[in-house]
């Protein structure tokens, strides 16, 4: 089985420039994550997927962040402008849950991580 | 608010030491707690999954228990090996269903 896959590995831009990061689940996976992690902390949910619908981006700072996952497979992740603070590495990860909405309560397969570098 | 806390935040010893890494949370109302290995230039590997009901998880070498009244769990590795070293952390799914997570334990097994 595949596991989730993200592009690119890394990824250095200077601050208020724009960047995208990819991120393809396990076939099947009904419910997609995005994270950011800051150096020497866990990973902070950004935004939730389940589907093509979100469930949960309180934490995304929708001011120069946008996430769209089109047809419930694949997922696009855009920070424009991007800022000194978001260097970090970003994170994919999916599940398999099912319902009206995701709920963490299944195990979560994550990517390898964008590790993003703003200048 | 949830929290969750790992202490000790980095951690060094001998091959072959059994070892306990720490986690701690601040309420009690979970769903689940999740232990997770993070290998540099790579993504998290979830390792045991321990629900609100159950007490401990068992997976080869590790073992994780759970006491959700004192806000606890403990991830017990046995033996350990170089092949071990890696940032350990632990996340609670919390009654938002949001997975809270600790910032890690930094663990080194010198051969």
């Known amino acids: 089985e595949a596991g989730v896959a993200q592009s690119p590995r890394y990824k250095i831009i200077e601050k208020r420039q724009s960047v995208a990061f990819w991120c393809n689940p396990i076939?099947?996976?009904?419910?997609l994550y995005w994270y950011q992690q800051i150096l020497g902390q866990g990973p902070k949910l950004l935004i939730q997927?389940?589907?093509?619908?979100?469930?949960?981006d309180s934490q995304l700072p929708k001011d120069r962040f946008s996430a769209e996952r089109l047809k419930g497979v694949d997922s696009t992740l855009k920070i424009q402008p991007a800022k000194l603070e978001d260097s970090a590495v970003y994170l994919c990860?999916?599940?398999?849950?099912?319902?009206?909405?995701?709920?963490?309560?299944?195990?979560?397969?994550f990517g390898p991580g964008t590790r993003l570098t703003v200048l | 608010k949830q929290e969750v806390t790992q202490i000790p935040a980095a951690l060094s010893v001998p091959e072959g030491e059994n070892l306990v890494l720490n986690c701690s949370f601040t309420?009690?109302?979970?769903?689940?707690l999740q232990w997770f290995r993070q290998d540099p230039g790579k993504g998290l590997t979830s390792l045991l999954l321990?629900?609100?009901s159950q007490r401990e998880q068992t997976s080869g070498r590790l073992n994780a228990s759970l006491d959700k009244s004192s806000g606890r769990s403990t991830l017990y590795i046995a033996a350990s090996q170089p092949g071990d070293s890696a940032t350990y952390l632990c996340?609670?799914?919390?009654?938002?269903?949001?997975?809270?997570w600790g910032a890690g334990t930094k663990l080194i097994i010198k051969p």
């Open positions: 990860a999916s599940s398999s849950l099912g319902g009206e909405l995701g709920k963490a309560t299944d195990t979560q397969y």
């Open positions: 076939s099947g996976h009904a419910t």
């Open positions: 997927f389940q589907n093509n619908g979100v469930v949960d």
């Open positions: 309420d009690s109302a979970i769903y689940n």
């Open positions: 321990i629900q609100s």
């Open positions: 996340a609670v799914c919390d009654s938002n269903y949001q997975l809270i």
